[in-house]
Structures are given as structure tokens and as C-alpha cells.
């Protein structure tokens, strides 16, 4: 039987705008970008894992807002599975302390000028699509 880990992918949103993080390691994935996040650890939700992932790689506060429908295999065992965020307030602005080397907040129109890691691809496209909506995590406002 085959055990599937979840890696906790962050489409963080803010004023519609998306963080892109490029990739400084292991040398297979560095200089590709993703969405910031991490292993989710035996007995963590994965929103709990989002939070601590994005506390510790680039030292915000932020909180999971909505699954983003889908999952996408990564090399076995893993398994991506990603959630809007956003920034709670007052919380410092994203830096690349961990992990990454370069953060970007891409737009609609720059979403596809950074080279994300092939597996991304389908995640990005489905919060893209859920952004388009309007059900994406500026929808949260007011809760
Ligand atoms: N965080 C993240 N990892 C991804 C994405 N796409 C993708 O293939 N991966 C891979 C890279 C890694 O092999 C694995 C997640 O590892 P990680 O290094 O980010 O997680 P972690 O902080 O929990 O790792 P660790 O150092 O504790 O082992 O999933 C993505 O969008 N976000």
C-alpha cells in the first residue's frame, strides 16, 4: 500500500495579486517557482501546515482561506494540494528567508512571465480560474 504525504501549496492573494516563490533548492527544482508551502507532518491539518510553512519561508502571518479543488502528484509519495491564503493584518511583508531565493506578486497578466515547476502548472491554472470566478480569497472579506 502506498502512503501519499501532502505538500501544502500557498496560492497567497493580495489586491488579486498572487506570490510566486523561485526555488533555491535541492538543484533539481532550484530557479523554478512555485507556491510556497511545505510537508504537512503526522497529525497537522494541512491549513496548519500552510500557516507554519508560510511562517517560517518568509516569515508572515498569514491564514488558509479555501481549498483550491484539485490534486496534483509530485514525485511519490507526495501529493500537492493547495489553499488561497492571505496576510493576516499586521503581519510583515513576505521575504525569501527560507527555501527561496526570489519572490514575485504576479498579476493576471504576469502569471505565466515566471518559470514554474511543470507540477505547478495545473495548480496555478485552477486558482487562476478560481480568481477569474470571484470565489478566490479576496472573496473572504468581512468574515
Ligand atoms: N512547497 C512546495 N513544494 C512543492 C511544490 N511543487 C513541488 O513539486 N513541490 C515539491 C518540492 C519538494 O520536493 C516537496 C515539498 O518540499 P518542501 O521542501 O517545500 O517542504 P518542507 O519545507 O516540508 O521540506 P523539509 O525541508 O522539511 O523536508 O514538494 C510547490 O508548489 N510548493
Redesign the pocket.
Given at each position: 500500500m502506498t502512503e501519499r504525504i501532502v505538500?501544502v501549496?500557498a496560492a497567497l492573494l493580495d489586491g488579486g495579486r498572487l506570490l510566486a516563490a523561485r526555488r533555491s533548492a535541492p538543484p533539481e527544482?532550484a530557479g523554478r517557482w512555485?507556491?510556497?508551502?511545505?510537508?504537512v507532518e503526522p497529525g497537522e491539518t494541512p491549513e496548519a501546515a500552510l500557516v507554519r510553512?508560510l511562517r517560517e519561508e518568509l516569515g508572515v502571518e498569514a491564514e488558509a482561506v479555501r481549498r483550491v479543488p484539485g490534486e496534483w502528484p509530485?514525485?511519490a509519495p507526495?501529493v500537492?494540494r493547495v489553499w488561497t491564503a492571505r496576510l493576516r493584518a499586521g503581519s510583515p511583508e513576505p521575504k525569501a528567508l527560507q527555501?527561496h531565493d526570489e519572490l514575485r506578486w504576479l498579476t493576471a497578466g504576469t502569471l505565466w512571465s515566471v518559470q514554474w515547476?511543470e507540477?505547478?502548472v495545473p495548480?496555478v491554472r485552477e486558482v487562476a480560474r478560481m480568481c477569474d470566478t470571484g470565489t478566490g480569497a479576496d472573496a473572504g472579506a468581512g468574515d
Open positions: 505538500v501549496g527544482l512555485e507556491l510556497p508551502g511545505g510537508k510553512e509530485l514525485r507526495y500537492l527555501d515547476l507540477q505547478d495548480a
